[in-house]
Structures are given as structure tokens and as C-alpha cells.
């Protein structure tokens, strides 16, 4: 029999029986949704971790000398975070000193931060995070300016009270008006805005652009930290090898500044991008482990269920596979129309799997901050999972099918 007419014989029996071919192939179905789904979504969320939250958060090819994380990745006993809160703080002396003595190309800015109310006008903003920092800090986060501009390093020097605003703020504060100029109070502390940084959008639902930056030496820092005090330094270099070469370098630097023997545990800490997105990796591949096995099991459901429906087709229809026998069709041909006809049923539920997984994927994405990015390759397994998984559960009733005697099955009522 020709291969589309065992197509065109199966779809003509699917169509026939609708209600009990949808039940045979919901087991397929339920098993490339939850692939497409799963893929889909973590595929998206690596993109997501790489591009965006490692990169608003530390930074590209850039790394923080702090006391103790910023980044929980939860894989840390508590042990060692009495430890990490056991370290002396970062100094503005420490950068000046890794400034002076790192052979690696990197650009490398002081930081500090907390959370402070601002106010223009009797218009109030509470919860809002003050970055004092050093110039280079814009050219490390990569921040376009999207109005004024940002402070020099000669305003660092002499404490300039300037401050850069991030653009929600421009517009809660402003509204349609232009900030350049305005002077805003940031703890009590007046502050002219001098920029506003361009849009950075949000992560997992959360505003990037509730913010201001001021130099690390402006009034703001009384409210952030002691005197010579800062929460991280930051060292961008041009490239991840660089880095690494670079982290390597600060290690011995700061341990030889701080007098640590050989042996005992450094009582800093240094966090990259690859550091924040371990937690992630666990996770992603924990769950790319599992997959499998839980497709799987929708799987062989859906198999059982393939294989007795077929099973009872081939009850239902002996008379048919008796008239065709003896009209000259061979166990091949009989064969070969119940296992397109099984393959056809499986094929259809990952098809519908393939758009339920991609609708239910977009509609993550659409609705909640998680993103979805669609795999290629994750199509075509479900495509190729739909084909074996029906001809393997037709192989059976195929076989009972081609082996009825034409006689016998034309007797059947």
C-alpha cells in the first residue's frame, strides 16, 4: 500500500472516531507540552540570567571585591556565612591599593550603597537606592546617559553635592519637566541633578531605574557608610580570561595586604557573574535531568493507551481486514496500515502538544516576568518522539491485525 493512502486510510479512521482517537493520543500530548514548556522556559531563563541579571547586577567581565556575597546562591552553610559577616569591611584604601598594583588592563570604580527617601518640591520618594561611587562606575554598568550627563572624576575629588537620576525617578519626581539643574534633597542633603541614566527596564518584574548615583565623596556618603568605608570595588576588564587572570591577582594582593599566612581562609570575598549564575546552573540542569524521565512516563502512558485502542480498532474492524484480504492485500499491506494509523494518532498529539507547549510558553511569558525562548531542537524531538512512540505501540496490533484469517474475519458479525 502506498505510504499516503495508509496516511489518508488513518486520518479517515481518526476523523471517524473522534472522542476515542482524542483520549489515545492525550497521554502524547501532555508529554511534548510539558517538553516544549520546560525547554522553552529554561531555555529563556538562561538568556535572561546571562544577559540581564547577571549583567544589571555585577556586570560584563566584571568582578566585586566585597567583605561577604551580594548574591545568595543558597548552596552556602551557615558556617561560612558567620564567616563572611566575621570579615573586615572594604576600604577605600584597599582600592586605591589593588589600583596601584594590578598588572591586568581593568577599569576599576568604589561603590557603596543603601536605601534613602528623596524629596523635590513636597513630592516624596521612599526606598530608593543611593549608589556612591567613583566616575568609572558608568563606564563598568555600561549606562547611557539619556539627559545632562554624568559627574567627572574632578567632581569626585572635590565632593561635588551632583547627583545622576535613574529615569523612573526622573519622571516620578519631574514629570514632564526638565530635572538638569533641579536640586533635590537625598536624606535631608541637597543634591543637583546634573543627568538622568537612559532606561534599563526591569528584572523579574522589578524596576532597574529606581535610583540615584553620586560621587563617593559627595554629602550622600554620610548616609551610606563610616568615613573610608565602601561595600564593594569593582574591576571590569576586556575579556573573561582577563578576569579570571585579574581575580587571581586581587586574591594575592588583598591576602598580602592583610597579612593572611598560607593556609588560612581569605576574609574577603570576590563575586562574578559566573559565581551569581551557579545557583541557576544548579537548578537548570537539575531540571534538564528530570525532563526525561517525566516526558518519558507521559510517554509510555500514552503508548498503552495508543496500543489497546489500536487493539480494539482491530476487533472492531475484522470484517474490514477480511474484505481487504481477500481483495488481495498482503499481511505487509495490513500491517502497514495499522502502524501509519498508530503513528498517525501519536504524530497528531505531538503536533498538539507542540502548540499547546509554545502557547503555554508565550503565555508565561506575556503574563508573568519570566521569559521563554523557543528551541529549535526541542520541536523536532517532539515530532521525532511522536513517530517512534506510535509505530512502537502499533507494532502489536499490527501484527494481530495482518495475521486474522480472511475467511474467519469474514464470518465475524
Given at each position: ?5 495508509a ?10 472516531q473522534?472522542?476515542k482517537?482524542?483520549f489515545?493520543l492525550?497521554?502524547v500530548?501532555i ?8 525547554v522553552?522556559?529554561v ?5 535572561y540570567?546571562?544577559d540581564?541579571?547577571?549583567?544589571a ?5 566584571t ?6 556575597p551580594n548574591i ?9 556565612w558567620?564567616q563572611?559577616q566575621?570579615n573586615?569591611r ?5 582600592a586605591a591599593?589593588i589600583?596601584e598594583?594590578?598588572?591586568i588592563?581593568?577599569t576599576?570604580?568604589?561603590a557603596g550603597y ?5 524629596s523635590?518640591?513636597g513630592?516624596?520618594?521612599?526606598q530608593?537606592?543611593?549608589?556612591t561611587?567613583e566616575?568609572d562606575?558608568?563606564?563598568i ?6 539627559e ?10 572635590i565632593?561635588?553635592?551632583?547627583v ?5 525617578l ?7 519637566r526638565?530635572p ?5 534633597a537625598?536624606?535631608?542633603l541637597p543634591?543637583r ?7 534599563q527596564g526591569?528584572?523579574f518584574?522589578i ?6 548615583i ?16 565602601i561595600?564593594?570595588?569593582q574591576?571590569?576588564?576586556?575579556s ?7 581575580m587571581e591577582?586581587?586574591?594575592?594582593l588583598?591576602?598580602g595586604r ?11 570575598h ?9 545557583g541557576w546552573?544548579k537548578?537548570?540542569k537539575?531540571?534538564?535531568?528530570a525532563?526525561?524521565?517525566l516526558?518519558?512516563i ?8 495508543i496500543m ?14 477480511g ?11 495490513i ?5 501509519v494509523e498508530?503513528?498517525?494518532l501519536?504524530v497528531?498529539g505531538?503536533?498538539?502538544g ?12 506575556a503574563f508573568t ?19 517512534v512512540?506510535?509505530?512502537v505501540?502499533?507494532v502489536?496490533p499490527?501484527r ?14
Amino acid at each position: 500500500m502506498p505510504f499516503f493512502e495508509a496516511v489518508r486510510l488513518a486520518w479517515d479512521s481518526i476523523i471517524a472516531q473522534k472522542l476515542k482517537s482524542f483520549f489515545s493520543l492525550v497521554g502524547v500530548l501532555i508529554g511534548v507540552t510539558f517538553l516544549i514548556a520546560v525547554v522553552s522556559i529554561v531555555q529563556g531563563m538562561n538568556v535572561y540570567m546571562t544577559d540581564k541579571f547577571a549583567g544589571a547586577l555585577i556586570g560584563v567581565n566584571t568582578f566585586q571585591v566585597r567583605s561577604q556575597p551580594n548574591i545568595q546562591t543558597g548552596d552556602n552553610s551557615d558556617e561560612q556565612w558567620r564567616q563572611w559577616q566575621r570579615n573586615p569591611r572594604v576600604t577605600i584604601e584597599d582600592a586605591a591599593f589593588i589600583k596601584e598594583r594590578l598588572s591586568i588592563p581593568a577599569t576599576i570604580a568604589s561603590a557603596g550603597y543603601d536605601q534613602v527617601t528623596l524629596s523635590w518640591q513636597g513630592k516624596v520618594a521612599k526606598q530608593i537606592q543611593v549608589n556612591t561611587v567613583e566616575a568609572d562606575f558608568f563606564k563598568i554598568k555600561h549606562y547611557d546617559i539619556a539627559e545632562g550627563r554624568a559627574f567627572s572624576p574632578q567632581e569626585v575629588n572635590i565632593g561635588a553635592a551632583v547627583v545622576v537620576l535613574g529615569s523612573e525617578l526622573g519622571e516620578r519626581l519631574f514629570g514632564g519637566r526638565d530635572p538638569i539643574g533641579q536640586t533635590i534633597a537625598i536624606g535631608g542633603l541637597p543634591h543637583r541633578v546634573i543627568g538622568v541614566v537612559a532606561k534599563q527596564g526591569t528584572l523579574f518584574g522589578i524596576s532597574l531605574d529606581k535610583f540615584v548615583i553620586t560621587p563617593i565623596t559627595s554629602p550622600a556618603r554620610r548616609l551610606v557608610n563610616r568615613p573610608h568605608i565602601i561595600d564593594d570595588i569593582q574591576i571590569q576588564t576586556a575579556s573573561p580570561d582577563q578576569m579570571r587572570a585579574a581575580m587571581e591577582e586581587v586574591t594575592v594582593l588583598m591576602r598580602g595586604r592583610r597579612g593572611l599566612r598560607p593556609g588560612q581562609p581569605d576574609n574577603f570575598h570576590l563575586e562574578s557573574a559566573e559565581g551569581a549564575l551557579s545557583g541557576w546552573e544548579k537548578i537548570s540542569k537539575v531540571l534538564f535531568l528530570a525532563l526525561p524521565g517525566l516526558v518519558a512516563i507521559s510517554l509510555v502512558v500514552g503508548g498503552i493507551v495508543i496500543m489497546n485502542i489500536m487493539l480494539m480498532a482491530v476487533s472492531e474492524r475484522t470484517r474490514e481486514i477480511g474484505v481487504r484480504k481477500a481483495l488481495g492485500a498482503k499481511r505487509r499491506d495490513i500491517m502497514a496500515q495499522f502502524i501509519v494509523e498508530s503513528a498517525t494518532l501519536s504524530v497528531t498529539g505531538a503536533v498538539m502538544g507542540i502548540g499547546t507547549g509554545l502557547l503555554l510558553a508565550f503565555a508565561v511569558r506575556a503574563f508573568t516576568p519570566l521569559p521563554a525562548a523557543v528551541a529549535p531542537w526541542s520541536i523536532i524531538v517532539g515530532v521525532v518522539l511522536g513517530i517512534v512512540v506510535g509505530m512502537v505501540a502499533g507494532v502489536y496490533p499490527a501484527r494481530q491485525a495482518s495475521r486474522l484469517d480472511p475467511i474467519a474475519a469474514l464470518r465475524q458479525e
